[in-house]
T-cell receptor, first 114, second 114 residues
Framework: GDSVTQMEGPVTLSEEAFLTINCTYT??????LFWYVQYPGEGLQLLLK?????DKGSNKGFEATYRKETTSFHLEKGSVQVSDSAVYFC?????????????FGKGTKLSVIP | DTGVSQNPRHKITKRGQNVTFRCDPI?????LYWYRQTLGQGPEFLTY????????KSRLLSDRFSAERPKGSFSTLEIQRTEQGDSAMYLC????????????FGPGTRLTVT
């Protein structure tokens, strides 16, 4: 079945450091890929998405590129801020009719220290 | 444009009691989804609606769980005869009926079964 694997956290970085959170997936066809962020005490917010191979999603300085050959969708940011401290979830939605549910990874907690 | 809202935000109940949660989606969204999230895990799909029709149910949705969306607007999720294993965050999301069906989440209802 389909699945998403994220790097285990927690990840602790100093402010202005480079961030990479790895995400790989298993799925048939060409799923749509998403990153969600969950700030403390809040619901999940859609951060970015990509729907086909080589697409790059970007938002708020975060980027992720859909790599079909490596089945990956790694999240990157060039310079993190304390306000980026949150839990990040990678998710996929299978392609094809009738497939609307999201399959999530376990999440990666990021802590950014001043 | 208001986001997805959920009520109550927190619910504490005793084992064996019934509980009901409500979700109000974004007004123009005709797809509505329920997920369950336990500590340290990503959300897991429970069920979804297109308008008032419940189109898919996960095997996680035991007979004690029932969801409705009677007029294609708000939805309710009821758990009968709650068990301690039902303790979790219950998340609601909604989307347009439009590819790639981006899902927007509410803040969740945290259920604690004592």
């Amino acid at each position: 079945g389909d699945s998403v694997t994220q790097m285990e956290g927690p990840v602790t970085l100093s402010e202005e450091a480079f961030l990479t959170i790895n995400c790989t997936y298993t799925a048939t066809g060409y799923p749509s890929l998403f990153w969600y962020v969950q700030y403390p005490g809040e619901g999940l917010q859609l951060l970015l998405k990509a729907t086909k191979a080589d697409d790059k999603g970007s938002n708020k300085g975060f980027e992720a590129t859909y790599r079909k050959e490596t089945t990956s969708f790694h999240l990157e940011k060039g310079s993190v801020q304390v306000s980026d401290s949150a839990v990040y979830f990678c998710a996929l939605r299978l392609s094809g009719a009738g497939s609307y549910q999201l399959t999530f990874g376990k999440g990666t907690k990021l802590s950014v220290i001043p | 444009d208001t986001g997805v809202s959920q009520n109550p935000r927190h619910k504490i109940t005793k084992r064996g009691q019934n509980v009901t949660f409500r979700c109000d989606p974004i007004s123009e969204h005709n797809r509505l989804y329920w997920y369950r999230q336990t500590l340290g895990q990503g959300p897991e799909f429970l069920t979804y609606f297109q308008n008032e029709a419940q189109l898919e149910k996960s095997r996680l949705l035991s007979d004690r769980f029932s969801a409705e969306r009677p007029k294609g607007s708000f939805s309710t999720l009821e758990i009968q005869r709650t068990e301690q294993g039902d303790s979790a965050m219950y998340l609601c999301a909604s989307s347009l009926d439009l590819y790639p069906y981006e899902q927007y989440f509410g803040p969740g209802t945290r259920l604690t079964v004592t």
